[in-house]
Structure formats: C-alpha cells, structure tokens
C-alpha cells in the first residue's frame, strides 16, 4: 500500500527538486486514517519568488513560448500518455491525500489526461485573424502568450482542476507557477514529475507547495505575472483579488456556486432523483458545481420531494 510509507517532495524550481530555503516541512495526512501519508518543503515568499523568476526567464528565453506549436503538441500528449500509465498509482495518491474513494480519483485520471490531449491538439491551431479595412492598410491580429501565469488550486479535485488551469496555459506557449492546496498537494506535484519525464523544458513549471497565508499570498502579489487564476471559496477569492489588484494583474476565478437541478415534468421522476441525489453527494458535497438546489416543475413537485425523502 502507498500509504504505509511517508512519502517526502521538494519545490520544482528551474528544473530541479530542492528543499525550500527555511528547510521547512510539513504533513500530509490521510483523512481515512490519521497517518502521515506526505512530508512537504513548505516554500516561503523567497521560493516563491524565485520560483516566479525561473518561469519569467524561461519564459524570455522562448524555449517554450517561441517553440513551434506542433512540437509543444508532442510533449503534452506524452505527458498525457504517462498520466494514464500511472492512473491507478495517482489515483490512489489523491484518495489517500484527500479522502475521496479510489473509485472517483481513479476514474477522473483519463480525464486528466484528455485535457492534455484536447489541448496538445490546439497548440498548432492558434491563429489571429485580418480584418478587412481600407486599400492603403493591412490591419490583423496576433495571439501571443501572456508570460508567467500564476496558478492557484484547490483540494477537492486536485490533479483534475489543476491540469485544467495548466494544460491550456502550456498549449498558449505561458510558463506556470502552480501553488496547490496544501491538503492535497500529491497528485499536482506528481504532474511536475510527469511533465519533466516528458521533455518540459526546466522552468516551464514550477512548484510551490505551502500555506495560502505566505507561499499563496506571495504568489498573489508578485507583480512579474501576466495572470492569475484561483479556484477556491469566495472569500478566498476576494481576498487573493485585492492582494494581486493591487498590481493589476488579470485574473480569473471559479469561486463557490450556487448550482441549480432543474427538474422538467416529462421526465422519470425516479431517475430525476438519482441525478439529483448524485449532483449534491458527489465528493461529499464539496464541489464546485454541487446541485444544492432544486427547481421542480409543480405537477410533479411533490411526488419529487417524496421519492427524494
């Protein structure tokens, strides 16, 4: 079993696995069981710093940003082909980090890897456009990619949010400073492995585990990103927007919802139910995209409630 041994990881900066500069650690428990399932360098504000300064300069350097789109392509699809070569191990990584059954964290892996793919597809079919305008002049639109995009991510769904955020960044030629939730960061810090294995230049991702308090809020405030992107709690949110506002960097949010099931009267009730009872329990309810409520057409309204009780 995975979780019958500690396993220890370091920062990726530039590269390169490395202890934080405090030499700091931190644990990881298996919610299931109280065990030390992880030990974590616990990266400070000058890790992050220099984590942030390795993706600028790779960045500059334009061994990813000016590579060609076909030949990004390619080390993304082996990225996903090595994610499902390891889906079972990362599976379980992510369950005992986070507590969800093995059933759901294994079956979101080859999702996981079809954001890779998708986006592997998209890397050579970026394109501008021309717009028509007078005789005497040539008007057209270049998409270019937007530097260092700072990355935010949380518990929940580890690996799957956080390859969502990092699979189209990579595709637009962007480098990426990823700082996952501190309650299960094992599967988002084995993608780093996973993309140096695939050929990912060194510097293209980095990885800051630690505490939304230093290492998130030093992430937030740097002012060398062209964009930052959280998915977490709308506290969390407004607060991560008045430290990085404060530098006008662009942002992008997926914040907590209120998700509505809109029942129709032409439906089977039964089922309407099941799909029901499912959008509110999946991962225990902590989702950002739970069915927490309900709106019923009124002829079937109460027999709904009935086989819903």
């Known amino acids: 079993m995975i979780e019958e041994k500690t396993i220890q990881y ?45 993706s600028e300069e790779a960045f500059n350097r334009g061994t990813w940003s000016t590579m060609s789109g076909a030949d990004r392509g390619k080390i993304m699809w082996d990225i996903a082909d ?33 954001y890779f793919r998708y986006f592997a597809g998209v890397c050579d079919k970026i394109q501008g456009s021309t717009i028509p305008t007078t005789d005497s002049h040539f008007n057209y639109t270049v998409r270019v990619p937007l530097g260092v995009v700072g990355q935010l991510t949380p518990w929940n769904h580890p690996l799957m ?15 990426v400073v990823l700082k996952p939730s501190e309650w299960a960061p094992l599967t988002p810090t084995e993608i780093g492995k996973i993309a140096l294995d695939a050929g990912l230049p060194p510097g ?21 990103l062209g964009k930052l992107d ?54 225990s309810g902590q989702t950002c995209i739970q069915g927490s409520r309900a709106i019923v057409h009124r002829s079937i309204y109460d027999q709904f409630v009935e086989n819903l009780a």
């Open 10 to 54: 370091e920062l990726l900066i530039d590269g390169e696995w490395r202890p934080s500069k405090s030499g700091d650690y931190f644990d990881v428990e298996n919610p299931a069981t109280g065990n030390t399932v992880a030990r974590m360098a616990n990266a400070g504000p000058e890790d992050v710093a220099e984590a942030v300064r390795s």
């Open 82 to 114: 090595r994610i499902e070569e390891r889906a079972m191990e990362l599976g379980m990584l992510e369950s005992i980090s986070n507590g969800r059954p093995i059933s759901e964290t294994g079956s979101q892996m080859s999702v996981v890897a079809s």
């Open 161 to 175: 949010i956080a390859s969502k955020k990092l699979a189209p960044a990579l595709a637009a030629g962007c480098t």
């Open 204 to 224: 293209v991702l980095n990885i800051v585990n630690g505490f939304g308090p230093t290492s998130g809020k030093a992430l937030a405030s740097d002012p060398r």
């Open 230 to 283: 959280l998915t977490g709690g709308t506290e969390t949110g407004r607060a991560v927007a008045q430290i990085a506002g404060a530098n006008l960097t662009p942002l992008q949010f997926e914040l907590g919802g209120k998700a509505p099931v809109i029942v129709f009267d032409d439906v089977s009730v039964d089922d309407a139910v099941n799909g029901c009872a499912f959008a509110s329990f999946i991962a």
